[in-house]
Every structure is written in C-alpha cells, then in structure tokens.
C-alpha cells in the first residue's frame, strides 16, 4: 500500500509539473496571438481589396495588355508551397495543412510521377511530415526558417523569387497551402493558386462595365508592371501572416486544454490518493486493535 502511494504522490507531482508548462505556455502564445493577430486583422481590407482590384483588372484588360504572371499554361511543372510552423505542440494544426496539400499532391500524380512536382516548405513541420511519405519529389527547404523573422522584406524576397521561376517557365503553376486564421479556436486550412493570377469568367459586357471602372495613367502596361508585383508580394505576405496567427492560435487551445485535463486528472489522483490513505490508515489501526486484544486475550 505504502509502495501505491507513493506511486501516486509521484504522479501528482508530475503533473503539477507539467500543468505549469502548459499554462506557461499558453500565456507565451495568448500573447504572441495578440501581435500576430493585429497584423493579419489589419492587413487583410488592404490584401483583399488588393487582390479584387487585381483580379478583375486582369480579367476585363484580358487581350488588351501582356500581363505575364497572368500567363496560363499547362501544367507541366507544378511547385506546391507548404506553410507550416518550426515548432509542434499547436493541436491538429500541422497535420491539417499537411492534409490539405496532400489533396494537392495527390490530384497533380502525374506530374509527380514524372518528377516534375517540387514543394517549397516554409516551416520545419511540414518537411519533416512530406519527407517521410512521399520519393520521387524534389524539396525545397532553404526558406524553412522564415518565421523566425517574418518581415515583409524577407516574404517579399520569397515572392520575388517564385514570379522569376514563373516568368522564366520554371513552372507553370505554382500554389500555396496554408492555415487561414478566424479566431484562437478556428482555423480554414486550404490551397491557393499564386500564380498564375487566376481569371473571373465574365460575360462580355461584363468585362466592358469592369474595365470602365480603371483609368489608367500613364498607360495600363506601364503601371501593371509596377502595381502587379506589388501586389503578389502583398498576396504571399499575406499567407504567412495567416499562418503565423492561426499556429499561436492553435497552440494557446491545445494548451488551454492540455492545462484543464492536467486539472482533471489531478482531481482524480487526488481522490484515489485519499482513498488508499484512508485504507492504509484503516488497515493499521485493524492491526493495532488485533495486536491489543491478542495481548489481553
């Protein structure tokens, strides 16, 4: 019995331990929430809006003006990008935006098999999920390390290098998988087109009614040429920002409760450690008085 105690005060003991850890880190992630969420909260009018305004300048200039990151083409070299976290301990997160590429992965076999699908991973989770499943796709893994420090100079670089592969045929398509941050407790987990910029289907008059909305000056070419990078730098920038959010997100309610069922099992410790101090007092105290009425016996 004594040994059953013991074990138990153990126990008891490490899981104050651990209790600690998790709500120390759940304050570590409520905090970095805050900043990451104020800035994804205040980019995204801007990236949204930006976004719009590119995609239906696009689509009503269709013809008119060269847009080369508009280029379709077939999709014979294909680069998926995979934004996860450096660190684990955020709940289901990784695993869902791995999920999510995965569906990607999987719908572009051919060019897989061909060996002509790469992944870029920004994010050591990532790598370390695809590398064991899949052969035969090259990996990308120089830009890992990007959220230790995520200004926009350093995504505008990534951007900048991803439209030079394009516009010199690298690849075809390129398309992003991420988490998109709503709240601490919700996240969306999808696969973006990057490049090239996709087209609205419209009717002709349609198109007509869009293009009268933009003047240009000067010409159209010369200010997409400016405007249009810019933009695809905003877009990415975006992404990690999303993802940066929705990883402190995920980790500060796995954390939150990680910390209440340490609570719980306490709670449980706790009344079986009562309980078997209780049968261990009872069985002594049954000893001593067998002991007094065999001596007065």
Do not use: W
């Not at 970095?32 to 969420?37: E, V």
């Not at 920038?237 to 306490?266: C, F, I, P, Q, V």
């Not at 410790?269 to 009872?282: D, G, P």
């Amino acid at each position: 019995m004594a040994a059953n105690l013991k074990e138990v005060r153990e126990r008891i003991t490490s899981i104050k331990s651990t209790k600690q850890i998790t709500k120390a880190m759940k304050m570590v992630s409520a905090a970095k929430l805050r900043r990451a969420q104020q800035a994804i909260v205040q980019m995204r009018p801007y990236s949204i809006k930006q976004s719009e305004m590119l995609t239906n300048i696009v689509s009503s200039l269709d013809g008119e003006v060269e847009i080369t990151y508009a280029e379709e083409r077939e999709p014979t070299k294909v680069l998926l990008v995979v934004v996860t976290s450096n660190r684990g301990l955020c709940g289901a997160f990784n695993s869902f935006v791995c999920k999510a590429a995965i569906k990607r992965v999987e719908e572009y076999s051919v060019q897989r098999d061909q060996g002509k699908l790469d992944m870029m991973f920004i994010g050591k989770k990532g790598y370390d999920y695809f590398r064991k499943r899949y052969e035969g796709i090259n990996f990308l893994t120089d830009n890992m390390t990007l959220f230790s420090d995520l200004s926009f100079e350093n995504t505008a670089a990534i951007a900048s290098e991803l439209m030079k592969q394009f516009e010199e045929k690298g690849y075809d398509k390129i398309e992003v998988s991420y988490g998109e941050f709503k709240n601490a407790a919700v996240q969306y987990y999808k696969t973006e087109q990057f490049l090239p910029i996709e087209k609205i289907e419209a009717e002709e008059s349609e198109a007509d009614n869009a293009n009268s909305l933009f003047t240009f000056e000067p010409s159209a070419a010369e200010l997409l040429k400016d405007m249009v990078p810019s933009i695809l730098k905003t877009q990415f920038h975006k992404y990690m920002l999303d993802t940066h959010a929705s990883e402190h997100g995920a980790r500060m309610t796995a954390m939150d409760k990680a910390t209440e069922n340490a609570d719980e099992l306490l709670k449980e410790l706790k009344i079986a450690y009562n309980k078997a101090r209780q049968e261990a007092i009872t069985k002594e105290i049954s000893e001593i008085v067998g002991g007094v009425a065999a001596l007065e016996g």
